[in-house]
């Protein structure tokens, strides 16, 4: 079921012209599980708001896995991916980088509710 769940992540929620039209694209998967994790690690996981992260990082990282194996993509490079995401939004959260927190709330508010 998580799996299904992951997938879904893939899929935006806006109107679009066909099936196609959408789908995220991979980099942007990659930068919510980057967003997400740096979030969740800069927060900690005692408060209610850091295990909400830790959750919404762990959707992201298996839905951006998800991404590259359905893109045919070498696992190693994908693991990478996420790794360089997330060294990054942890840079960028950091000094309050307001792309990077607008970014990082997009991304939740599609993060589905994992209890």
């Known amino acids: 079921m998580f799996t299904a769940l992951a997938l879904a992540a ?5 109107p679009a012209t066909g099936p196609v039209a959408n789908l995220m694209a991979y980099e942007d998967v990659v930068r919510c599980a980057g967003l997400s994790q740096a979030a969740s690690e800069l927060e900690g ?32 490079a994908a693991d990478r991916d996420q790794t360089l995401a997330r060294i990054e939004a942890v840079r960028r959260l ?6 990077a927190t607008t970014l990082l709330q997009r991304c939740r508010q599609r993060t589905p509710d994992l209890g």
Do not use: C
Request: negative net charge.
């Open 45 to 76: 996981a005692e408060s209610e708001a850091g295990s909400k992260l830790f959750d919404a990082a762990l959707y992201w990282s298996l839905a951006a896995s998800q991404a590259a194996q359905a893109a045919g993509r070498d696992p190693v």
């Open 94 to 99: 950091t000094i309050h980088d307001a792309e």
């Open 10 to 14: 893939l899929f935006q929620t806006a």
